[in-house]
């Protein structure tokens, strides 16, 4: 059977929603019904799987280990250009895939526009970057909202023995310290779910 594109949507009961047109009339309800328990029950059976992999000692972390609210990151004495590098962690334990960054933004030197983080790998004064993100201020917002979490789109892998390192960059010509908590899972667990 060829689907077609869904040309008008009914409501079928409280539950479940219809497609006219992407199946015969007769088997609308009965397809879409027996495909959204479907969906539900795959999607609830992944969902606790996933709560068992990353639970416990092994389950998600921080760069700084919490409790506290980060390390600060001093953003460049020049406006759009990346600040030093600050180190996370020395020596990674394990592989990990860093999952997302906590921003709490500094307004030294006046409201930045946004804030810029680049998380990256390698020795001191060789660091590469691997992934980075900005938290960007809302239109006709006056300030950026604190300690915004925003995820990558793509895990970052740290491997093992690895030196994790941060920079921010902003829109001001002031050094300001934006405290930044990256967010990470170690690797072996997302291995683990995914087998």
Do not use: C
Not at 34 to 46: C, E, G, I, Q
Not at 98 to 113: F, K, L, M, W, Y
Not at 137 to 142: P, Q, S, T
């Amino acid at each position: 059977m060829r689907f077609s594109s869904p040309a008008i949507v009914t409501p079928v009961d409280a539950n479940v929603t219809q497609w006219r047109g992407v199946v015969p009339a007769a088997l609308e309800a009965s397809f879409v019904q027996t495909n959204v328990r479907n969906w539900l029950s795959v999607t609830a059976d992944a969902l606790s799987t996933l709560k068992d992999q990353v639970s416990g000692a092994n389950g998600p972390a921080l760069y700084p280990a919490g409790p506290g609210l980060g390390t600060a990151v001093a953003s460049s004495a020049s406006a759009n250009v990346f600040g030093a590098w600050v180190e996370f962690d020395a020596s990674a334990a394990s592989d990990r895939i860093i999952h997302g960054v906590s921003i709490d933004r500094n307004a030294a030197g006046g409201e930045p526009e946004y804030v810029g983080v680049d998380v990256g790998v390698g020795a001191g004064g060789s660091e590469v970057s691997i992934g980075e993100t900005r938290l960007e201020r809302e239109a006709g917002v006056v300030n950026l909202r604190n300690a915004e979490y925003l995820p990558f789109e793509v895990g970052l892998k740290v491997s093992t023995g690895e030196r994790v390192s941060a920079r921010t960059s902003d829109n001001k010509a002031t050094p300001a310290g934006h405290v930044i908590t990256l967010h990470y899972v170690l690797a072996g667990d997302l291995e683990a779910f995914d087998a």
